[in-house]
């Protein structure tokens, strides 16, 4: 049975339903007059399975069969429920209450590099400077350095292959190390050096610690030489990657 | 007889008040008034002689019986105890996919490379064949496309350079799979190419970081997932040397930590974990973290690695992956309900909330029981607070039903002010 006095429910932009007070007022009258109904057809049992929770009575009224607008979904009874000018508020988001904001997820994030840390053929040059000035001028020694660069990035640690030191009566067929693509830190090791200079004698080993420049694909560092006297020859070595 | 049932059983006197109201003002319209709907309603309350008793499913019915009419809800809806009845929605699902693209995803995929021979050399032996990174890629893009519209989603992959690098802003951000997050999503995908290692741990743990300061900041609700993917375990060379010191140890952290903190209630995310092939090291952690992230299956032993998503088995890795992520999505659908603002007519009774479910179609209002007595996920069918009853949650056979009906007009009502319904 339609409602006689216009729109007897309504719903809120929240989706909060509630009967103005002329409606509440017609449905108790009409609900004791036995003018409306909420059964149209056969029913089921109640509550089969379903009981109150609590003890006291809830208080409840026959089932009542409103007309509140389009058929489907809209056909459908509705509750007597109170309605307030602050249903009508939007609340905006609200985080869950549930929420433990204590609980913290600690891990040191990392700035993302544009470059790789890349395996290939390296190459370059190293120069440096005797220490000692046993003719009164500085001495200073040069040449080539080159390596392999292999491993997987998986690894994220490259291994120094095929490595040599060449230069005017100075050379290392030899060149151990590693590249920390991690770090970016590059370091190498050559034991095997053989010298001819008479001012820089003997069986020498060399160290090279650069960094590696992940955009121009190369190694810059600090070079060093070391003989058996202990002389030093310590300097600069850059390479990088073959074309 | 309903006053008679009332009389011997005072404690049932609530529902009595319901079922003599029903009584008082059915059938006005004419229609037949058959036994069941006293005499039958009498023997519910009775709670041996009604049809169904304890544990029928309130919505479908029981036995193959056609759906019930439930003028319960309607003793709910109409009762002068209901003070607000609010509208409400499932809350959306919000998943972080966290995905390796360390450089063995650019290897062919067993048989072609095996996993050792991969982590040696992570060049594609075939190029005219699809890399695990191809096929990962293209099986998710087609996976996501199933996903329901208001699902959030975000991506993540580690490592975000081409070593260790992990962030806890997604690449692509959390946000409801429209079609504009589609193509970012696919846009991003088809940008990237497999390198570096694999921080698998400092990924995981990010992803939690993100998705919890989201919720915190009510910029996400719902249920929030983090979808693992990776073909192996953490690189030793990833190790955040403020927390831990190699793979072992970062893996522990994550296991003993940080996984359990994410599933705990204060945060509630729960982590799948799918292993790609390449991963069959790393079976016992996978699904370690899979069975703490709380989406392993009960049957499940973390020492014999079946507690994840095992691709390494499949003879057809991209039809087992698109199998997965379609269960996936399929279990990170939501069932859950916002707990509504009772406004100014006073502060929220739990104890007087009641759940109403109308089906597609113009179906009749049904009212959905409380039902505690077995943990959701484990038998309960109706609904529950979740822990410290921050939301609502539909549970079994309910949930199906509302999910299976979603997006087709059906309608979830939150009552509050009647004492709540329970399934006993």
């Known amino acids: ?243 | 007889m309903t006053g008679a049932v009332c009389k011997r059983r005072p404690w049932l006197l609530g529902s009595c008040w319901a079922l003599l109201a029903t009584a008082l003002g059915a059938c006005a319209d004419g229609a037949p008034r058959t036994p069941e709907s006293g005499a039958g309603a009498a023997g519910g309350v009775d709670g041996h002689a009604g049809r169904g008793g304890a544990g029928v499913d309130p919505i479908a019915g029981s036995e193959g019986a056609p759906p019930a009419r439930a003028p319960n809800a309607n003793a709910i809806l109409m009762g002068r105890c209901a003070k607000v009845t609010v509208q409400s929605q499932l809350l959306p699902s919000n998943l972080l996919i966290v995905l390796d693209r360390s450089a063995s995803m650019a290897c062919n995929p067993p048989p072609i490379t095996d996993s050792p021979t991969c982590e040696r050399d992570t060049e594609r032996v075939v190029a005219d064949l699809p890399n695990k990174w191809e096929i990962t890629r293209d099986t998710l893009l087609q996976a996501l496309g199933a996903l329901p519209e208001d699902t959030v989603v975000g991506l993540s992959y580690f490592s975000n350079d081409d070593s260790c690098g992990v962030r806890s802003l997604p690449s692509v951000p959390l946000a409801p799979f429209d079609a504009r997050q589609s193509s970012a999503l696919r846009a991003s995908l088809l940008n990237v190419t497999p390198n570096g290692a694999t921080p698998l741990v400092g990924a995981t743990v990010l992803a939690y970081r993100h998705l919890h300061d989201k919720a915190l900041a009510g910029k996400i609700h719902g249920s929030k997932y983090v979808v693992l993917i990776t073909d192996g375990e953490q690189s030793d060379i990833c190790s955040d040397p403020g927390r831990c010191r190699d793979a072992v140890e970062c893996t522990r952290l994550l296991l003993e930590d940080d996984v359990p903190k994410a599933a705990s209630d204060g945060v509630g995310i729960k982590t799948f974990v799918i292993g790609v092939p390449g991963s069959e090291g790393a079976r016992p952690v996978l699904s370690a973290i899979a069975q703490v992230g709380g989406t392993a299956p009960d049957s499940c032993e973390v020492s014999k690695g079946n507690c994840h998503f095992d691709m390494t088995g499949r003879e057809r890795f991209g039809d087992g992956l698109r199998d997965t992520l379609k269960e996936i999505a399929g279990r990170a659908l939501s069932c859950e309900l916002p707990l509504p603002d009772p406004g100014s007519s006073g502060p929220l009774e739990l104890e007087r909330l009641n759940v109403i479910y109308s089906p597609p179609d113009g179906g009749e209002p049904t009212l959905v029981p409380q039902d505690s007595r077995k943990p959701c996920d484990r038998g309960a069918d109706g609904w529950q607070y979740a822990p410290r009853a921050a939301k609502i949650r539909l549970c079994g056979a309910t949930c199906d039903r509302v999910l299976g009906e979603r997006g087709r007009g059906g309608r979830l009502d939150v009552v509050l002010g009647c004492p709540v319904q329970i399934v006993q």
């Not at chain 1, 609980?103 to 990392?110: D, G, H, N, Q, V």
């Not at chain 1, 370059?124 to 350095?145: K, N, R």
């Open chain 1, 1 to 243: 049975m339609p409602f006689p006095f216009g729109r007897a429910c309504t719903e809120n932009a929240r989706g909060v339903r509630y009967v103005t007070p002329v409606a509440k007022a017609v449905f108790a009258v009409a609900l004791a007059a036995g003018v409306l109904s909420g059964c149209a057809g056969t029913e089921r049992p109640l509550f089969e399975a379903v009981v109150a929770a609590t003890d006291p009575p809830p208080e409840v009224t026959p089932p009542v069969q409103v007309d509140a607008g389009p058929p489907g979904m809209e056909m459908r009874t509705l509750p007597l429920p109170v309605a307030t000018p602050q249903d009508d508020e939007d609340a905006g988001p609200r985080p869950d209450p549930g929420l433990d904001p204590t609980a913290e997820f600690p891990w040191t994030e990392s700035l993302p590099r544009a470059g790789t840390c890349r395996s290939g053929r390296y190459a370059g040059a190293f120069e440096c400077v005797l220490e000692g000035e046993l003719t009164g001028l500085p001495l200073s020694a040069a040449g080539e350095v080159a390596f392999t660069l292999t491993g997987s990035a998986e690894q994220q640690i490259l291994t120094v292959e095929e490595g040599s030191l060449v230069g005017p009566l100075i050379s290392a067929s030899t060149i151990t190390g590693k590249l920390d693509c991690t770090t970016d830190t590059f370091e190498g090791l050559s034991e095997d050096g053989v010298a001819g200079n008479p001012f820089f004698p003997g069986p020498f080993a060399s160290f090279l610690g650069g960094e590696f420049d992940d955009q121009a694909l190369s190694i810059t560092g600090n070079f060093a030489m070391v003989n058996e006297q202990g002389q030093t020859c310590t300097g600069m070595f850059s390479v990088s990657i073959a074309p």
